[in-house]
């Protein structure tokens, strides 16, 4: 089989600010600071290099659907971005063969200030469909995306949701050999979701090529017959998809069982830092599982080296199902009661949930730290711990639904005859 995509030693390199990983943008503000505290220092003696990809090799078929697994920040992002033409490698080599069409960022290359009808052209000119070829499938790319009614609205007004449909319906529909997809699929509602999942497979039945970012294990096994797993810029593994999910699993569980303090792949400004995280009840017993409606708190403790820099203070735990997808966020200075603004040198913040909302299951959480008005990320651990939920009486009926669904909420039913 001729291959579409050829990958050899592919490696970039990202030089960095010691404490700025949260983002690679600084605000001019920022820039002007820092310049002025160090005026004399070479820019690059107190910058480090971080390798977003080191040394990634794979071919990919003609005709082939590949999956690219991998946590947050393993590097597929970056990996499409390259493949893109949007970033260049800093060693190594791909080749591509065929006309390349992706769909990375919710709106890129969309003009706010146009309607959807002249973004429908704008984006297409910009994946390289001539004018006449975009005008015959037209109809075919508003038919998919389901946006009639919005189409002499400029995009500015579009939902995130909205915006994604417009943008994939454009992308698949120009035809080309090679297709790059990025979790951004996961904005759309799960209609529009399976609406794209069978586009890509047609698209591979047509004889072209895909690859597809995502951390819906379920979505891989169904469209990709092969998967590569990315860990810290690395291939650690590629072959068939269920044996890559199985090894992503299995890398998942030695990550949460490491202890906390001693984890090495955590991001931050180094002067705070997370020590430890567990699960408990009311009474502050400490929980290896938890029901289905119990009342529990999610625990963190820490230690900073200067509690003035890190205050104003804002922790949350982001809670993800087993495969990797997101199901919530608890955020402290959401719910209107932020965290005092002194902040001790050792402490230990609590997260209390009433009532646990999520179905049985297993789910994992990160533990981030941020601070200031500009949210600067002092600590930041993925995969922290593992929250095992089992069955309780959520509604005190004794009746339960399919585990399939992750969330339980509050609700009432009523029936009314009409008058």
Same mark, same amino acid.
């Given at each position: ?64 659907? !590949? /999956?690219?697994? &991998? ?6 992002? @970056?990996? +499409?971005? =390259? ?113 794209? !999942? /069978?586009?890509? &497979? ?6 072209? @090529?895909? +690859?597809? =970012? ?206």
């Amino acid at each position: 089989m001729s291959h579409a995509i050829t990958v050899e030693g592919l490696s970039k390199r990202y030089r960095i600010q010691p404490g700025a990983e949260r983002s690679p943008y600084r605000t001019l503000r920022e820039s002007l600071v820092d310049l002025v505290k160090r005026p004399w220092r070479g820019a690059s003696n107190d910058k480090i290099d971080f390798w977003a990809l080191d040394d990634v090799s794979f071919q990919v078929g003609r005709g082939e659907v !590949l /999956g690219v697994i &991998g946590r947050n920040g393993a590097g597929k992002s @970056t990996l +499409l971005k =390259v493949l893109s033409r949007i970033t260049p490698p800093t060693l190594g080599q791909v080749s591509l063969h065929g006309r390349v069409g992706s769909l990375l960022e919710v709106g890129t290359g969309f003009h706010p200030e146009l309607t959807g009808r002249e973004n429908v052209f704008l984006n297409g000119a910009i994946l390289g469909m001539s004018r006449g070829e975009i005008q015959r499938k037209f109809d075919d790319i508003v038919e998919f995306a389901g946006l009639h009614d919005f189409l002499e609205t400029p995009v500015k007004r579009y939902s995130t949701g909205m915006f994604m449909r417009l943008a994939f319906s454009v992308a698949a529909h120009i035809q080309p050999e090679i297709l790059l997809i990025d979790e951004v699929l996961a904005v759309g509602d799960v209609g529009f979701q399976k609406k794209c !999942l /069978g586009k890509m &497979g047609e698209v591979a039945r047509e004889g072209r @090529t895909v +690859l597809f =970012v995502s951390h819906q294990m379920d979505a891989l096994m169904n469209i990709c017959p092969r998967s590569i797993l990315l860990e810290q810029g690395k291939i650690i593994a590629q072959g068939p998809t269920s044996d890559v999910i199985e090894r992503y699993f299995a890398s998942q569980q030695s990550m949460l069982s490491a202890r906390l303090d001693q984890r090495q792949d955590r991001k931050g400004r180094k002067r705070f830092q997370f020590t430890e995280t567990w699960i408990e009840d009311m009474d502050g017993q400490r929980l290896p599982s938890v029901l289905a409606g119990q009342s529990i708190k999610l625990v963190a403790t820490y230690e900073t080296t200067d509690p003035r820099l890190v205050s104003p203070l804002t922790v949350s735990f982001a809670v993800c199902m087993a495969q990797g997808a997101p199901v919530t966020r608890f955020v402290s200075d959401v719910p209107g009661e932020p965290l005092p603004d002194d902040v001790p040198a050792r402490g230990r913040i609590e997260c209390v949930i009433p009532r646990m909302p999520f179905n049985v299951g297993r789910y994992f959480y990160d533990v981030l730290a941020e601070s200031g008005p500009e949210f600067e990320m002092e600590d930041w651990v993925q995969g922290a711990g593992w929250l095992i939920v089992e069955a309780g009486d959520f509604w005190g009926t004794g009746r339960s639904i399919n585990q399939k669904y992750p969330v339980l909420l509050e609700h009432s039913w009523s029936l009314k005859k009409n008058d």
